[in-house]
């Protein structure tokens, strides 16, 4: 792929944003199922 300097960048930026996404999102999973089995194991 031949892109310009900006082009990448804004890229680049995209996909640092959508994978700082994706690890917010997992670690919510990460502490729902933590929570849910804390509460069963207490209940």
Do not use: H
Request: hydrophobic share 45%.
């Amino acid at each position: 792929m031949n892109w310009s300097p900006d082009e990448e960048q804004a890229y680049v930026a995209r996909r640092r944003k959508r994978n700082l996404v994706i690890g917010l999102v997992l670690g919510a999973f990460a502490c729902l199922f933590y929570g849910i089995t804390i509460s069963r194991m207490a209940g």
